[in-house]
C-alpha cells in the first residue's frame, strides 16, 4: 500500500524571533529536522512525501531540502496561501495571519490520494510514532460515512520547552485510548512547583503531566481531505463570530467537531518518545545537542542520507 508523509513546513513561527526556522541546521552535516522526520518516515514504510509550503520561500527551501530528499523519496509540494478561499469569499481587510493547519491539509486535495500522516516540520517525534501510524494506515480502511483516524499521544511532560510555553492539544480518552475530546490550548508550561499551568481555566482544573497531548502527528485517509472543504466553508460562514484578524482553522478543533457529532474515530497510540522542536530561538542548541546525543548513541548515522 502506497502512504504519504504530508509535512507542514508553511508556518510564519513569530516567536522564533525571525529566520525560517523550518530550514534551521540541527544536524552535524546541515540536516534539519525534517529530515530525521523523514528518514523515520521511509524506515517505516512511507514512500512519498508532500511538502505544504508557501511560495515565497520554496526555492531557499528545496535548495536546502528538498531537492536533496527527492533522492530519496517521491517528493511534491502544495502551496499555502492566505488568499486561497472558495469562490465567493475574500481576505478580511488587514488580516495577515495563515489560516491555520486545516487549510494547510485542504491544499493537498487532489494531490494526496493516499493514507497520510500529517507532521510539523519543525518538531522532532521520534521513530515510534512513525512505525505505529503506519501500521494503523495499513490495517485500517475509509469509511463513507465515518472517518477512521489515529493520532500520536505523546505524554505532555515530553513535549514541554524550558524557553517559554507550547501549545498543545490536551486529549482525553476512554478506556480502549479512543479520543473523547481535544481542547487547544495555549500557554502550557511547567511552574517553579512543578505543576502545569494553562491559558485555559476549565483545563487548568484537571491537567497534568501525564495526559496525553496531540502534537499535530495525525493518520488519515483522503476522504478526510475532501471533508475539509465543506468544513471549511463552514467556518468562514461563522468567521464574523470570533475575531476575524486571528481565528484560525485548526486540526485539533476540526477533529473534536466530528467527535462531538460521531462521524470520527480516533485511535490514540500512545508514544514514551520525548519531543523536541524550536518554538523558540533559544531552543536551537538543545535541539542541535539532542541529534548529538542520539548520533552517538547511534539513532542515526552521523551522515544521514549516505
Given at each position: 500500500m502506497n502512504?504519504?508523509?504530508?509535512?507542514?513546513?508553511?508556518?510564519?513561527?513569530?516567536?522564533?524571533?525571525?529566520?525560517?526556522?523550518?530550514?534551521?541546521?540541527m544536524?552535524?552535516?546541515?540536516?534539519?529536522?525534517?529530515?530525521?522526520?523523514?528518514?523515520?518516515?521511509?524506515?517505516?514504510?512511507?514512500?512519498?512525501?508532500v511538502f505544504i509550503i508557501r511560495k515565497d520561500i520554496e526555492q531557499e527551501f528545496k535548495e536546502k531540502i528538498?531537492?536533496?530528499?527527492?533522492?530519496?523519496?517521491?517528493?511534491?509540494?502544495?502551496?499555502?496561501?492566505?488568499?486561497?478561499l472558495p469562490e465567493g469569499y475574500s481576505v478580511p481587510e488587514g488580516r495577515k495571519k495563515p489560516w491555520g493547519t486545516g487549510q494547510a491539509i485542504l491544499c493537498c486535495k487532489g494531490i494526496v490520494k493516499e493514507p497520510f500522516v500529517i507532521i510539523n516540520a519543525d518538531d522532532y517525534?521520534?521513530?515510534?510514532?512513525?512505525?505505529?501510524?503506519?501500521?494503523?494506515?495499513?490495517?485500517?480502511s475509509s469509511s463513507p460515512d465515518h472517518f477512521n483516524m489515529a493520532m500520536a499521544g505523546f505524554i505532555l511532560k515530553n513535549t514541554l520547552s524550558k524557553n517559554g510555553t507550547v501549545t498543545r492539544g490536551i486529549c482525553v480518552v476512554d478506556e480502549?485510548?479512543?479520543?473523547?475530546?481535544?481542547?487547544?490550548?495555549?500557554?502550557?508550561?511547567?511552574?517553579?512547583?512543578?505543576?502545569?499551568?494553562?491559558?485555559?481555566?476549565?483545563?487548568?482544573?484537571?491537567?497534568?503531566?501525564?495526559?496525553?497531548t496531540s502534537m499535530n502527528m495525525w493518520a488519515g485517509y483522503p476522504d478526510f481531505i475532501d471533508y475539509l472543504q465543506e468544513s471549511f466553508i463552514e467556518f468562514?460562514?461563522?468567521?464574523?463570530?470570533?475575531?476575524?484578524?486571528?481565528?484560525?482553522?485548526l486540526l485539533p478543533e476540526i477533529v473534536g467537531q466530528l467527535l462531538e457529532k460521531n462521524k470520527a474515530s480516533v485511535k490514540v497510540l500512545k508514544t514514551n518518545d520525548s519531543w523536541f522542536g524550536i518554538t523558540?530561538?533559544?531552543?536551537?542548541?538543545?535541539?542541535?545537542?539532542?541529534?548529538a546525543q542520539l548520533i552517538e548513541k547511534g539513532v542515526y548515522p552521523e551522515k544521514l542520507w549516505d
Amino acid at each position: 500500500m502506497n502512504t504519504t508523509l504530508i509535512i507542514m513546513a508553511a508556518g510564519i513561527g513569530s516567536r522564533f524571533g525571525g529566520g525560517i526556522k523550518q530550514l534551521t541546521e540541527m544536524g552535524k552535516n546541515k540536516e534539519l529536522i525534517i529530515d530525521y522526520s523523514i528518514y523515520d518516515a521511509i524506515q517505516a514504510g512511507f514512500n512519498k512525501v508532500v511538502f505544504i509550503i508557501r511560495k515565497d520561500i520554496e526555492q531557499e527551501f528545496k535548495e536546502k531540502i528538498g531537492n536533496r530528499i527527492s533522492q530519496h523519496i517521491q517528493v511534491g509540494y502544495v502551496y499555502q496561501d492566505l488568499n486561497d478561499l472558495p469562490e465567493g469569499y475574500s481576505v478580511p481587510e488587514g488580516r495577515k495571519k495563515p489560516w491555520g493547519t486545516g487549510q494547510a491539509i485542504l491544499c493537498c486535495k487532489g494531490i494526496v490520494k493516499e493514507p497520510f500522516v500529517i507532521i510539523n516540520a519543525d518538531d522532532y517525534y521520534g521513530k515510534e510514532a512513525f512505525v505505529q501510524l503506519h501500521e494503523y494506515l495499513i490495517s485500517h480502511s475509509s469509511s463513507p460515512d465515518h472517518f477512521n483516524m489515529a493520532m500520536a499521544g505523546f505524554i505532555l511532560k515530553n513535549t514541554l520547552s524550558k524557553n517559554g510555553t507550547v501549545t498543545r492539544g490536551i486529549c482525553v480518552v476512554d478506556e480502549d485510548l479512543n479520543l473523547t475530546d481535544i481542547y487547544e490550548t495555549r500557554g502550557i508550561q511547567e511552574n517553579e512547583h512543578g505543576k502545569i499551568v494553562c491559558d485555559n481555566e476549565s483545563v487548568q482544573n484537571w491537567i497534568t503531566k501525564d495526559h496525553f497531548t496531540s502534537m499535530n502527528m495525525w493518520a488519515g485517509y483522503p476522504d478526510f481531505i475532501d471533508y475539509l472543504q465543506e468544513s471549511f466553508i463552514e467556518f468562514l460562514n461563522n468567521l464574523n463570530n470570533f475575531d476575524p484578524q486571528t481565528k484560525e482553522y485548526l486540526l485539533p478543533e476540526i477533529v473534536g467537531q466530528l467527535l462531538e457529532k460521531n462521524k470520527a474515530s480516533v485511535k490514540v497510540l500512545k508514544t514514551n518518545d520525548s519531543w523536541f522542536g524550536i518554538t523558540y530561538m533559544e531552543d536551537k542548541q538543545r535541539v542541535q545537542n539532542e541529534f548529538a546525543q542520539l548520533i552517538e548513541k547511534g539513532v542515526y548515522p552521523e551522515k544521514l542520507w549516505d
